[in-house]
């Protein structure tokens, strides 16, 4: 991870690759390049599923933008070049303190992440809970590969910088730009496998819309996530947790005690409907939680809250309430940072 310092796009072009502390009449936005489709390459125009993602240097994509020097002066790291499906606590970490190092320099305004679009509300949303400023953070990526016909990839990141550079994008945590729209971390999920149109949020609708360079938000989140994040500083790794499934038949149980014997030390279940678990995969648990597992009950269904009552959360079953199984590991990989009770982790799911 390095300050670039490749040359100027074009000779004409306004670009700033060097690191300075002065602060110049253009917002200041750092880019952290880790893959994905954005920086994909397919072997022909028309192929948009066989390809590789993290193909490209993030230096490659802005090459074909020289219209962002208009709107930013930026810097840029390539962090990873991965498939996001690939993507790992340890990178979080590191993302995570290099954001919090970027955004505590007085002349950084805002920072944007490209990102594989698969687990990018996931690493969005771990973000917002351990990012501790309120100036912008955007995630951005593309459904299609950078050489595809109608590769929407550089109208993303020309948004993604757009919105970063805006004054008033500030106090909006942790967002997700997508085919123009903006998500925001707690709510925004991939909804879609293919379309341009992947994002979305399903319990609360889109929170803005980004025209020609321009944001509109439609509304904003109370913020509490900037003044009460998780500190990861010191952290060189995190608690290891798990999602498991449940379903007809459900053999999850098996799957369960196997990752409790192997040092996992908390379980999200994707529940069925509004977090039901099959008997024998719950029986499962229930002893492994005498045991010291902390389990978190979501749901498959991808919208709706889940609200775990009387007996089972006496038991010590945590309602993840409206986080989707991803979300909630990312929070309780966090809550598990601070405190192994099922009280007062269900107490952090409540709150954030
Ligand atoms: N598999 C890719 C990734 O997440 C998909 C994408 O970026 O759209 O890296």
Known sequence: MQCATTPPLTP???????????????????ILATGGTIAGVASSHTQSIDYKAG?????????TLPELGALATLQWEQV??????????????????RVNALLAQE?????????GSDTMEESAFFLQLVVASPKPVVL???????????????????????????????????????????????????????NLDAFSSPNSGDMGYILDGRAHFYYTLPLHTTQRTFCVDTLTQLPKVAILYSYANDYSGVAARALYEVGIEGIVVAGSGAGNIHRAHKEVLQELMQQGLVVVVSTRVGCGIVQVGGVDSKRGFISARSLNPQKARALLLLALTR????????QIFGEY
Do not use: F
């Open 12 to 30: 004409q072009d306004s670009i700033n690759t060097q690191c300075t502390n002065a602060k110049s009449p253009r917002p200041n936005v750092v």
């Open 55 to 63: 193909a490209l240097g993030i230096e490659v994509l802005l090459d």
């Open 80 to 97: 990873a070049n991965i498939d996001s499906a690939d993507m790992t606590d340890s990178l979080w970490l590191t993302l995570a303190k």
């Open 107 to 115: 002349h950084i305004d805002g920072v944007v992440i490209t990102h």
């Open 140 to 194: 951005t990526g593309a459904m299609r590969p950078s050489n595809a016909i109608s590769a929407d990839g550089t109208k993303n990141l020309y948004n993604a910088i757009a919105l970063a550079s805006h004054s008033n994008a500030r106090n909006k945590g942790v967002m997700i730009v997508m085919n123009d729209t903006i998500q925001s971390a707690r709510y925004g999920a991939k909804t879609h496998t293919h």
């Open 339 to 346: 405190t192994r009770n099922p009280a007062e982790i269900a």
